[in-house]
């Protein structure tokens, strides 16, 4: 369950090549707007996107801006039967102005905010408190997301940590930027960043030590049992139920938007919790996702299959390079986030020869990342290269292409030629020998109505597999 301030995210997007003559300031000429969950509702979507179930439960206002959040909680996944529409009450909006460098770049250049930040009157605020502790013993975790809007007070935050422990669930909180914490008494998990943790703390925080003994010092006085600071490109400091504290360092990433990362952060906690994982685990994985939330730009939620993909990224060394068709999707989508490019080329690759090498080091040079698709044994079979071919198994054809440092990917098909894995793939660049000039090249059509391109790459003179084969049978020399 998500408790807590539900926003709605109004974009508006426009080309911004101009600056006013009335004002330093650049003139907007609007494009195009949508609308998206913002606050509470975005964590909701978060959490169903990495495979989860929630009900969110809050209040909005009875407006047709209300109206259009919830219809965007359901549509995003969340169950929205929680919320409930207040007479009388704004639902909080925040319109970005979002500028369009070269009419594709995204910037943001001004943020306007609308919203009701009254506490609740104590009657609403009795009806919220109700209704969440009814959803408690329903849900496996709580997480109560605190955007200052007068959702979150101490009295709700009692009610469901009393709750909570009666049914055996965590709560866990990411804070409003407060310099007291005092409404967040007795959570289980509070997950403040730097520069939260260095409001409560009165103090700036430089150092990992520092932060966690401030992460200490806020365990202690507020009766919370783990803290989980996210300290940016540095990662998390947990400091565990005992008091003692570790550093989990993350990827350094190209920071592209900071928008929605503690709400990233927060779902995966959620999720893995949920899922049965022990904190350290969830907070290694809660790095991931926020991680990869601030290389997007805008509130735009991390599904289970990037994290997977970053996952494997990251073992790639330890896994080798052969990939499953699945597994390839899932990875170069997440390279392709990174602004990478893909280049393809597949072949039989039976005995790796001086012109394998030369050409796939050539093909590499088309592109950030190489993806080679390699016939499998059947395949090779198929094309009526010979009763002895292949004469290496496709372990040991995929084992020899994977030792190259050129080749990224190695990925296996069954048919006799690419057509279907090219479509897989999606490459920016097909990539053959100049010898199928004219031949009609498998997936150019695809690739080139995708708008990639087709490079066809000469080949070294007499380096061929079928000549390696005859002189190895004839005794000649090479």
């Not at 004002?23 to 949508?34: C, D, G, M, N, T």
């Not at 990411?174 to 409560?200: F, H, Q, W």
């Not at 296996?412 to 097909?430: N, S």
Request: hydrophobic share 40%; charged share 25%; proline share 4%.
């Amino acid at each position: 369950m998500v408790v807590g301030d539900f926003i709605l995210d109004q974009y508006v997007y426009g080309d911004a090549e101009r600056i006013s003559p009335e004002a330093p300031v650049p003139v907007l000429r609007v494009v195009e707007s949508s609308q998206a969950v913002g606050g509470s509702a975005n964590v909701s979507a978060c959490i169903s996107a990495l495979g989860s179930e929630v009900t969110c439960c809050g209040m909005v206002g009875d407006d047709p801006e209300g109206e259009c959040l919830v219809a965007l909680i359901r549509k995003s996944g969340g169950d929205p039967s929680g919320v409930r529409l207040l007479q009388g009450r704004k639902t909080t909006i925040k319109t970005r102005m979002i500028g369009l460098a070269q009419h594709r770049h995204r910037q943001q250049l001004l943020r306007v905010d609308r919203e009701d930040t009254t506490p609740l009157s104590e009657e609403h605020a009795g009806e919220l408190c109700a209704a969440a502790v009814r959803f408690v013993s329903r849900v496996d975790v709580v997480c109560l997301e605190d955007y200052d809007k007068g959702v979150i007070s101490r009295c709700l935050v009692e009610a469901v940590v009393a709750e909570a422990r009666k049914s055996g669930k965590q709560v866990l909180v990411d804070p409003a930027r407060l310099s007291d914490y005092g409404r967040y008494r007795g959570v289980d998990v509070i997950t403040p960043n730097r520069a939260e943790l260095s409001l409560v703390s009165g103090r700036t925080l430089t150092t990992m030590g520092e932060v966690a003994e401030a992460a200490q010092k806020l365990r202690k006085d507020y009766d919370i049992r783990f803290v989980v600071a996210t300290v940016d490109r540095d990662g998390s400091v947990l400091v565990t139920d005992d008091g003692t504290w570790k550093h989990l360092p993350t990827t350094p990433r190209a920071v592209y938007d900071n928008t929605g990362a503690g709400d990233a952060v927060l779902a995966m906690l959620a999720a893995s919790l949920a899922a049965g994982a022990d904190l350290e685990s969830a907070t290694r994985l809660a790095n991931i996702a926020g991680g990869l939330e601030v290389e997007k730009f805008g509130c735009v939620p991390i599904r289970a299959e990037e994290i997977l993909a970053e996952l494997r990224l990251g073992a790639e060394r330890r896994n080798g390079k052969l990939r499953s068709s699945n597994e390839l999707v899932a990875e170069l989508a997440r390279r392709r986030d990174r602004g990478e490019t893909i280049a393809f080329t597949n072949g039989c690759f039976d005995i790796l020869h001086a012109g394998h090498v030369d050409f796939l080091r050539r093909c590499r040079e088309e592109a950030s990342v190489l993806v080679v698709g390699l016939n499998s044994d059947a395949s090779v079979k198929s094309l009526g290269k010979g009763p002895d071919r292949p004469v290496n198994g496709f372990a040991d054809r995929a084992s020899v292409l994977g030792a190259l440092d050129c080749v990224d990917y190695v990925v296996g098909f069954d048919e006799p030629d690419p057509e279907l894995l090219i479509h897989r793939v999606r490459p920016d660049v097909l990539v053959k020998g100049e010898d199928w000039a004219g031949r009609g090249v498998k997936g150019r059509e695809f690739v080139e109505a995708g708008g990639g391109r087709v490079v066809l790459l000469p080949l070294l003179e007499g380096r061929s597999t079928t000549n390696v084969i005859e002189r190895i049978r004839s005794g000649a020399p090479s």
